[in-house]
């Protein structure tokens, strides 16, 4: 089992970057394809990127070109670097990992807000 927490969320202005942390804890990265997922008040969570553990990056369309996903085995993290920020990209943020096709373990979010 893994144990997931985010860090770097936080106020930014519209334009700007902020790049999200997700230290795991209790198993390595390597054998997990990761996610970022983001919710936003009202509306239903919605996937943001994806990595496989062979390294395969999936973006989703209001995302490409604007984000990036990574990750650093030796450090158990996975990173989500978020460039060109808009109002509706303001929500919480949570990493998940999962073994199969879709994320098992959850971390417990990170709020980015998006405002001048």
């Known amino acids: 089992q893994v144990q997931l927490v985010e860090s770097g969320g936080g106020l930014v202005q519209p334009g700007g970057s902020l790049r999200l942390s997700c230290a795991a804890s209790?198993?390595?990265?390597?054998?997990?394809?990761m996610y970022w997922y983001r919710q936003a008040p009202g509306k239903q969570r919605e996937l943001v990127a994806r990595t496989t553990t062979g390294g395969t990056a999936f973006y989703t369309d209001s995302m490409k070109g604007r984000c990036t996903i990574s990750r650093d085995n030796a450090k158990n993290t996975v990173y989500l670097q978020m460039n060109s920020l808009k109002s509706e990209d303001a929500a919480v943020y949570y990493c998940?990992?999962?073994?199969?096709?879709?994320?098992?373990?959850w971390g417990q979010g990170t709020q980015v807000t998006v405002s001048s």
């Open positions: 209790g198993s390595s990265l390597r054998i997990y394809n």
């Open positions: 998940a990992a999962g073994r199969n096709s879709s994320p098992n373990y």
